[in-house]
């Protein structure tokens, strides 16, 4: 026992910090203790959020003792729409528990570990003044509680994680949270504030391929991740669950990444940052468009939304965003203003097969593994990922482009031949085809980083629109036409 806690306590990179260059009024230097005065009061119970909501702004002219109650939850959730995962978290929610302290508070945390958990686990807060920060002392055990006191010396925005052995697997598997330690004075009032924090995951199937999805070791330590979400989950930001804003309010983001990996470029399309703090630190920037979030960092970022419409959150390392799920939606509402921006609303290329589609791939899924798919179902899913996929060219009326991209609608090609058309797909089409009686000579790009269900989805409800008509295309005949075709040089695999 003792020499896993020592190697807990080597593993955790988090140091003490350096005293911080603290803005006037309040100072961190000397004896911490006696800088903030003694808590005052009955001890006073933490209110936890889950993301993307944070706790009330605290109210209080005088540190208190807070008590952080916080309970590890291993359990299977979803990842992306028919994908889970067994997520380990911190209240049961990936990222964990949002904790909202004042600077001189002292905080008396319960870290219990449920009975049914299978890991120990503990918590380094980046937020601690100590070595580990925490995380020596509160190793707990499956069915246990360990409890440590802390004083909040320094203000700012934190991250916290678990950091028990393999620690990169526990992070990786969602143990991370942030803790807001307020200045004495509180942080400027604002309209809204929201809880956003990035991980990558690493699972032994691909992308989006469906069913409960292990972690993989090796994709974890090359780096190499399946998946790059906010709040842990494809969709967790986007359709209905997409942060709300009106126009002409100021909104602030808590960004965290747990990583384990991975460092962001958060951005969000079509606005600008009006103040970012950056690294979490104490003075702002201003005008910024894309700001860092180093793995085991926060940032808080502050902007005025004068525009109504959709903005979307991504990591700009832009595959992740496209590819890895690293999407989130800002939705405001209000009055037009023609002045600030008189274009369109955000078309599907940002969009993809994130609009209104929630719920419809997760059941096309379940109904496979059901047996009972119906092609209605597989026409529903096939839309929705067409969107993202293919209607950039073909157009979302199938009627494509005259001269330059051939129809879908219609197109005798298409219909005359099955097999060939999910070939097309996998493995793209360049030279010389005729459509309806119209001369293309141009390339379509090979898309076999889509899976097996969703070219069979897209190619069904191209067979059934527009004037189509034909039966469904099946996962099985795309895993055919997959295994014995090349894949094109270049082609994802
Ligand atoms: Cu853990």
């Known amino acids: 026992m003792r020499s896993i806690l020592l190697a807990l306590a080597t593993l955790t990179a988090c140091q003490a910090p350096p005293a911080a260059v603290a803005p006037v009024p309040f100072t961190t230097g000397g004896s911490a203790a006696g800088d903030f005065g003694p808590p005052v009061g009955d001890p006073i119970i933490a209110e936890l959020t889950n993301a993307p909501n944070v706790p009330p702004p605290i109210d209080r002219d005088e540190p208190a003792t807070v008590v952080v109650n916080l309970e590890v939850v291993e359990k299977v959730m979803p990842i992306s729409e028919g994908v889970d995962y067994t997520m380990w978290t911190f209240g049961g929610e990936v990222p964990g528990k949002f904790i909202r302290v004042r600077q001189g508070d002292t905080v008396e945390f319960h870290l219990q570990n449920h009975p049914d958990n299978r890991m120990p686990h503990n918590i380094d807060l980046h937020a601690v003044t100590g070595p580990g920060g925490g995380a020596a002392s509160s190793f707990t055990a499956p069915g246990h509680e360990s409890q440590f006191t802390f004083q909040a010396l320094n203000q700012g925005i934190y991250v916290y994680h678990c950091a028990t052995a393999p620690v990169g697997m526990h992070i990786a598997n969602g143990m991370y949270g ?174 993809g097969d994130l609009g209104d589609h929630e719920g419809i791939i997760a059941a096309v899924t379940e109904a496979e593994a059901g047996g009972t798919v119906t092609l209605e179902q597989q026409i529903a899913a096939g839309e929705a990922l067409f969107g993202g996929s293919c209607s950039a060219c073909h157009q979302t009326t199938g009627t494509g482009v005259e001269g330059v991209f051939p129809p879908l609608a219609g197109s005798d090609f298409l219909m005359a031949d099955k097999e060939r058309s999910i070939g097309i797909v996998l493995n793209g089409l360049t030279g010389p085809v005729t459509v309806n009686g119209s001369d293309y000579n141009s390339v379509m790009p090979p898309m076999r980083q889509l899976n097996d269900d969703e070219i069979a989805h897209i190619l069904t409800y191209v067979r059934n629109s527009w004037g189509n008509s034909g039966d469904a295309v099946t996962a099985e005949e795309v895993a055919t036409v997959r295994s014995t075709t090349d894949a094109p040089a270049g082609a994802a695999h």
Request: glycine fraction near 12%; avoid cysteine.
């Open 178 to 351: 942030m803790i807001l330690v307020e200045p004495p004075e509180g942080l400027p009032p604002v309209d809204r504030e929201y809880y956003v924090m990035q991980g990558d995951f690493y699972t032994v199937g691909k992308y989006r391929e469906k069913g409960l999805q292990p972690f993989d070791m090796q994709k974890a330590i090359e780096e190499n991740a399946t998946y790059v979400l906010f709040n842990g989950a494809e969709g967790s930001l986007t359709g209905d669950n997409a942060l709300q804003a009106n126009v002409g309010e100021t909104v602030r983001l808590f960004v965290g990444n747990g990583g384990p990996n991975l460092v962001s470029s958060f951005h969000v399309i079509g606005e600008i940052f009006d103040r970012v703090y950056t690294d979490g630190g104490t003075f702002p920037q201003e005008n910024v468009q894309t700001t860092l979030v180093a793995s085991g960092g926060a940032t808080m970022v502050e902007f005025d939304v004068e525009v109504p419409g959709t903005y979307v959150l991504v990591d700009h390392s832009i595959f992740r965003a496209f590819n890895k799920g690293a999407i989130g939606m800002l939705k405001v509402d209000g009055p037009e203003s023609l002045g600030v921006y008189s274009g369109l609303e955000l078309d599907s290329i940002y969009v």
